[in-house]
């Protein structure tokens, strides 16, 4: 399947998202045929965009007995956000993680330490495994870091943020 940007675009401009903080590559990598989609924007329904292309230009073919993806023909979809529009957005939230790391360090709680909420997102903390995790309104787990340092509680404040 020969695929462009401005066919991904398309689909997209179709679906209501706006394209403009959206760059797309397309390429063939080896017998394959690879879509990489990057968002420079992190308000952008990541989750909701690799929907939308999966559904409509991801396609490969599986073994009909092992399940294995075969090789060749194949076209694969990947959404994700710039590094550096992440990066940047971590390290505005590093003073509140600082705060929270303190917070942390004083808690006699070992386990499901409710660190902050926003909309129907909430951060956990488990001191006793050292995990974050953040859930959403019906408890299920919508992320996982396996550190509870300043880095890792920033980073899940931008997911709190940002959303899914």
């Not at 308000?43 to 073994?63: G, H, Q, V």
């Not at 330490?113 to 488990?126: G, K, P, S």
Request: charged share 30%; hydrophobic share 35%.
């Amino acid at each position: 399947m020969q695929v462009t940007a401005k066919d991904v675009k398309k689909v997209l401009k179709e679906n209501n998202i706006n394209t403009k903080s959206i760059s797309v590559r397309c390429k063939i990598v080896g017998y394959d045929f690879s879509i990489n989609v990057t968002l420079k924007d992190l308000s952008l329904p990541k989750p909701l965009i690799e929907e939308i292309l999966t559904k409509e230009f991801e396609s490969y073919e599986r073994d009909e007995f092992s399940g294995e993806i075969l090789a060749g023909g194949n076209t694969y979809v990947f959404v994700e956000y710039d590094y550096k529009i992440k990066d940047e957005a971590i390290e505005k939230m590093t003073p509140k993680a600082n705060e929270l790391v303190e917070e942390l360090k004083k808690t006699d709680i070992l386990w499901g330490y409710e660190l902050a909420t926003n909309n129907d997102l909430t951060l956990y903390a488990n001191k006793e495994t050292n995990i974050l995790y953040i859930n959403d309104s019906k408890n299920n787990r919508v992320a996982q870091r396996n550190s509870t340092d300043t880095y890792s509680i920033a980073s899940a404040l931008v997911t709190l943020t940002y959303g899914k």
